[in-house]
T-cell receptor
């Protein structure tokens, strides 16, 4: 079974600085999707960024980018120019491309932005 | 963008009663819906996967007779917590996946259930 591990329960960063959230996963599949979701205090899950395993290029969405290391099974999220609105729980998730396509979530990292 | 709603957003019920939570895809047809449970400061735990018109597939350890899931249409799935007890108090989140494109999952805003 696939597992996702986020080893940082909490992280904090100064506003306008850069922070990196870590995620590792375990799978025997060669094709899959990886995601970072944000859950602000409202509890609404928001997709931040997505990476297809077959793509070597790291995904980027504005201030958010990932470092996808397939051989190491590592998928970290970098947030540049941190803003107060980035404060939230961040969940890393794995999904197979076929079948039930259910998401397997990591434990989450609570990110605090210090003004 | 695709929108998923949940109703109610919050519900309080007495122990022993049943409560129904609705999950609707507002602007797309959801071939598959997922139900998650989230404890305070914890991650999302998948409870079950439901496909329109067929029985839900429950994750190991989830009581199917306690958490009844119905996915009768392409825009509506319901989760009924039967004979609720205080330990069923939690935050329940649904997500929906369409049948075209890259099958992205879209999440509802969640329902907080408190059983007294």
């Amino acid at each position: 079974a696939q597992t996702v591990t986020q080893s940082q329960p909490e992280m904090s960063v100064q506003e306008a600085e850069t922070v990196t959230l870590s995620c590792t996963y375990d799978t025997s599949e060669s094709d899959y999707y990886l995601f970072w979701y944000k859950q602000p205090p409202s509890r609404q899950m928001i997709l931040v960024i997505r990476q297809e395993a077959y793509k070597q290029q790291n995904a980027t969405e504005n201030r958010f980018s990932v470092n996808f290391q397939k051989a190491a099974k590592s998928f970290s999220l970098k947030i540049s120019d941190s803003q107060l609105g980035d404060a939230a729980m961040y969940f890393c998730a794995y999904r197979r491309p076929q079948g039930a396509q259910k998401l397997v979530f990591g434990q989450g990292t609570r990110l605090t932005i210090n003004p | 963008g695709a929108v998923v709603s949940q109703h109610p957003s919050r519900v309080i019920c007495k122990s022993g009663t049943s409560v129904k939570i609705e999950c609707r895809s507002l602007d797309f047809q959801a071939t598959t819906m997922f139900w998650y449970r989230q404890f305070p400061k914890k991650s999302l735990m998948l409870m079950a996967t439901s496909n329109e018109g067929s029985k839900a597939t429950y994750e190991q350890g989830v009581e199917k007779d306690k958490f009844l899931i119905n996915h009768a249409s392409l825009t509506l799935s319901t989760l009924t917590v039967t004979s609720a007890h205080p330990e069923d108090s939690s935050f329940y989140i649904c997500s929906a996946r369409g049948g075209t494109g890259d099958y992205e999952q879209y999440f509802g805003p969640g329902t907080r259930l408190t059983v007294t």
